[in-house]
């Protein structure tokens, strides 16, 4: 019917399709945060986007980069560390791409690259301290790895913001032993406690005897305050002692 009423038009309705085809595939939109590493016959043309994009098809070609900060669970890993205990550690990896050009240009698959890093970076960091260091110094060793990771993702374009420990995981045995440990040092401290304080009321003990020897009435008045102590429990038995020179005159 179309042949009838248009002549030639079957012969054009294929390029007409074909062209339109390409232009909808020549458009692309990049949300905010996406970039566009375009090549133009497989050399690197430049980043484009957001917003919408024109790539010559058959001529370009983009790749897609996230630029969103990712969240990478370190596996957990078998560590052993520089006092020989061996322990497993998984951790939590920040990252980002700051420069899609160098991210798809200096490294492939950048987010395995990174991943693979961060669990060979966190053992090697990790065995080179001690058990109570892993457990005690956490944020210290998370800088240490960030700054480790960060300075060699630097040339792929990628920025490691931030990196969490989050379990060191330990056997039975040597958490009975750490329990342990711990179970000494606090006995430890209760008797050094205990004799500190033993020793400050002996100096105190003596420094009052001192005084006592030093000024008799001293004592009387000592005397008469122990009475009124006693009084005033209302106890039913009240001791009163008596000087031991007194004592020596009665028997004499």
Do not use: C
Not at 44 to 71: A, E, N
Not at 200 to 220: K, V, Y
């Amino acid at each position: 019917m179309f042949d009838f009423l248009f002549p030639g038009f079957s012969g054009l309705l294929i390029p007409v399709i074909a062209v339109i085809a390409l232009l909808f595939y020549a458009f692309r939109i990049l949300r905010e945060y996406e970039r566009g590493v375009v090549f133009m016959l497989g050399r690197f043309w430049k980043v484009k986007g957001p917003g919408l994009v024109i790539v010559i098809p058959f001529i370009q070609q983009m790749v897609r980069v996230d630029l969103r900060t990712r969240v990478f669970d370190v596996p957990s890993q078998d560590v052993i560390s520089h006092d020989n205990v061996s322990v497993k550690v998984n951790a939590v990896l920040y990252f980002r791409v700051i420069d899609p050009e160098r991210a798809i240009l200096q490294v492939e698959h950048f987010f395995d690259a990174t991943s693979q890093l961060a669990q060979t970076t966190l053992r090697s960091v990790l065995g080179q301290h001690d058990l109570d260091e892993m457990l005690a110094e956490r944020g210290k060793l998370n800088l240490d790895i960030q700054k480790i990771l960060d300075e060699q993702t630097d040339a792929w374009g990628i920025k490691v913001s931030n990196v969490e420990i989050k379990h060191i995981d330990l056997n039975e045995t040597m958490i009975r032993a750490i329990a342990k440990q711990a179970e000494a040092e606090r006995i430890r401290r209760a008797k050094v406690i205990d004799a500190e304080g033993e020793f400050q009321a002996a100096q105190r003990l003596a420094d009052a005897g001192q005084i006592f020897a030093s000024r008799p009435e001293a004592m009387q008045l000592r005397y008469l305050t122990a009475l009124q102590n006693i009084a005033g429990e209302r106890a039913s038995t009240i001791v009163l002692p008596l000087p031991t020179n007194l004592l020596d005159k009665l028997r004499s």
